[in-house]
């Protein structure tokens, strides 16, 4: 079993910056991808950023330049540090694991606002 633990949400003023953070743990392969996806009320679920073991990243053209995707693979950690935040960026914030089998975490709020 896999389980993924969220956290560092909350709520920042725009201009802002978080960092999120996501641990996980059970039985963990060397080679995987893990992720960031996020879900604002009404919306679809739709990716963020995400990196695979060999430190290749991916980002949505939405948060290229304000976002950036990091991992600890010997703590089996991935990072999201999230900078210039907007309003746009509200959302809940969900982690992931593909290995291949697709793995998510609870997700974590995120809400931008003055």
């Known amino acids: 079993q896999v389980q993924l633990v969220e956290s560092g949400g909350g709520l920042v003023q725009p201009g802002g910056s978080l960092r999120l953070s996501c641990a996980a743990s059970?039985?963990?392969?060397?080679?995987?991808?893990m992720g960031w996806y996020r879900q604002a009320p009404g919306k679809e679920r739709e990716l963020v950023a995400i990196?695979?073991?060999?430190?290749?990243?991916n980002y949505a053209d939405s948060v290229k330049g304000r976002f950036t995707i990091s991992r600890d693979n010997a703590k089996n950690t991935v990072y999201l540090q999230m900078n210039s935040l907007k309003p746009e960026d509200t959302a809940v914030y969900y982690c992931?694991?593909?290995?291949?089998?697709?793995?998510w975490g609870q997700g974590t709020q995120v809400t931008v606002s003055s």
């Open positions: 059970g039985s963990i392969r060397s080679i995987n991808v």
């Open positions: 992931s694991l593909k290995q291949p089998s697709d793995y």
């Open positions: 990196i695979y073991s060999s430190g290749r990243t």
